[in-house]
């Protein structure tokens, strides 16, 4: 049988490129030939405690941001061809590829389970064409860029609206990337890293702050106005994005919120974080919540197909250099998204 290499998770830290047998499709299923996939901020967090949420008995297959052709359709699938170019959601049709799973698309062959039972046009949708035009590395982004606009959405962010992104990582850039295509402009990025500052920037953010250097609640004063809250002044921002994942974030924010401010959480807080309800009754806040992406991924595919956002992909490597590609997107100063080029594995 043809063998076929799999990033897999052993346990914490522990992550190898293992032989594994080529996937045998059945009816309903489709095999995807992967050509790129991006190393996500959540597949640092499982490498770090060495599964989804605790490490497994068995290894853990990840890779989920990802883009293919298609190789083979089972007999009991329809509207899809072998040789259409695609990307793929991980959590459609019930599965969790990468996201544990027993698949996952940092490998060269990837089977796409239960095709032939997902429902058009809903998160049971898994397999979605992309056009000619967008290239592998860019449809890669798809699932990411949805993530950033996610958090967009579930905050109903305006062109009216004065929004502070925090974290200006892959999803806090694609946040800021989707404001620009929309045409909201106020936004303000926040980072240590002058690297991602510099993408921040370059991608949409109006003003860029580091707490390494700057005051960042007296400079987000200064940018974006005061609101009076009980005698005392606020920021006039309306919409806060915490893509960090950094508990005390959530506290600033809460503290330095003026009335009927919403906050959209994307970033991933493992951690129990104290909330001051008090101050959200009296302030009439909105906290929501945000998780993967919009239900029609033509939304990010329209996006990217009509804005260059080429230059969040800081670093490129094969499919034999993961280690090396793993180590620079645990790096947060490094930059941007890491990609895994498949195309020649």
Known sequence: ?????????????????????????????????????????????????????????????????????????????????????????????????????????????????????????????????????????????????????QAVNRANVT??????????????????????YRGIEDVIAIDLSDTRLALAKSMGARHTLNPDRDSIWQEIRKLHGTSDVFGAEMAGTNVYIEATGSSPIIGEILRSAKREARLSIVGLHRAEVPVSFMLVMMKQLTIVGSLAQPDDWNDMIELLVDSDISEMITHRFSLDRFPE???TAQDPTAGGKVMIDLSES
Do not use: W
Request: charged share 15%; proline share 7%; net charge negative.
């Open 1 to 149: 049988m043809e063998k076929i290499r799999q990033v897999n998770i052993h346990g914490p830290g522990d992550v190898r490129l293992d032989e594994s047998s080529m996937p045998e499709p059945g009816p309903g299923d489709v095999l995807v030939r992967v050509m790129a996939c991006g190393i996500c901020g959540s597949d640092l967090g499982y490498v770090k405690v060495g599964g989804l949420v605790r490490p497994t008995s068995q290894p853990m297959p990840i890779g989920h941001e990802f883009s293919g052709v298609v190789e083979f359709v089972g007999r009991d699938v329809s509207g899809i061809e072998n040789g259409q170019r695609v990307v793929v959601n991980p959590l459609g049709a019930g599965n969790q590829i990468g996201n544990g799973g027993s698949e996952g698309a940092f490998t060269p062959h990837l089977l796409v389970r239960n095709v032939a039972n997902a429902e058009e046009g809903t998160n049971g949708s898994c397999i979605i064409p992309i056009p000619d035009s967008l290239s592998f590395e860019l449809a890669a982004l798809t699932e990411p860029l949805g993530v950033g606009m």
């Open 325 to 327: 590609a793993l180590a």
């Open 159 to 180: 062109q009216d609206d004065r929004v502070v992104v925090f974290g200006a990582g892959p999803i806090g850039l694609t946040a800021i990337a989707t404001m620009k």
